[in-house]
Antibody, heavy 123, light 108 residues
Framework: EVQLLQSGGGLVKPGGSLTISCAAS????????MTWVRQAPGKGLEWVSG????????YYADSVKGRFTISRDNSKNTLFLQMNSLRAEDTAIYYC????????????????WGQGTLVTVSS | DIQMTQSPSTLSVSVGDRVTITCRAS??????LAWYQQKPGKAPKLLIY???SLESGVPSSFSGSGSGTEFTLTISSLQPDDVATYYC??????????FGGGTKVEMK
């Protein structure tokens, strides 16, 4: 059974940093691209970042480029999102998601999602 | 970036109704379109990909159609368990995924 178990959310002050994690099991983690998607309270879904299965290619939404860093440890089956210079508008539930296809580059079809982790940026 | 526009934003329906949700892309995306269902407090769930391919385990009451810039998600006969918010998402480019604003389906 595919499982994506997220951790690391919490309350952080504006300008602060936080790293959230997504521990994968039930599939060959190193064979799939992974994605982060967020959802502000009461709002819709927003793509944040994606990474190829090897980690060689990374992609970011303009809203987070230069502040967030996606990474993965294929030996530990874990995906990370390091968030720096956090702003109030970064407050959201962050989801990690597994790509549908076994391929180096992602397709963007998000087949399985983590349970989400809440990041609140407030003073 | 490719903009995705869904309509309507809210739909009030009865059990057994046929439900149609529309999604428009700001440019041609072929059939690189997925639909997700999200229930309150839960993560989204993939329903349909490549505009009309049903994800494994999804009831056949769900169907998708369209290509280019106009797409539809249809629920042939709404059941209480289908009450949720539905999102379309284009994946024409993995480096720039975008979602529609969502359609909330609620019971009358």
């Amino acid at each position: 059974e595919v499982q994506l178990l997220q951790s690391g959310g919490g309350l952080v002050k504006p300008g602060g940093s936080l790293t959230i994690s997504c521990a994968a099991s039930g599939f060959t983690f190193s064979s799939y691209a992974m994605t982060w998607v967020r959802q502000a309270p009461g709002k819709g879904l927003e793509w944040v970042s994606g990474m190829s299965r090897s980690g060689g290619s990374t992609y970011y939404a303009d809203s987070v480029k230069g502040r967030f860093t996606i990474s993965r440890d294929n030996s530990k089956n874990t995906l990370f999102l390091q968030m720096n210079s956090l702003r109030a508008e970064d407050t959201a539930i962050y989801y990690c998601a597994k790509d549908q296809l076994w391929a180096e580059a992602g397709t963007g079809v998000l087949e399985y999602w983590g349970q989400g982790t809440l990041v609140t940026v407030s003073s | 970036d490719i903009q995705m526009t869904q309509s309507p934003s809210t739909l009030s329906v009865s059990v057994g109704d046929r439900v149609t949700i529309t999604c428009r892309a700001s440019q041609n995306i072929g059939t690189w379109l997925a639909w997700y269902q999200q229930k309150p407090g839960k993560a989204p769930k993939l329903l349909i990909y490549k505009a009309s391919s049903l994800e494994s385990g999804v009831p056949s009451s769900f169907s998708g159609s369209g290509s280019g810039t106009e797409f539809t998600l249809t629920i042939s006969s709404l059941q209480p368990d289908d009450v949720a918010t539905y999102y379309c998402q284009q994946y024409n480019s993995y480096s720039r995924l975008t979602f529609g604003g969502g359609t909330k389906v609620e019971m009358k």
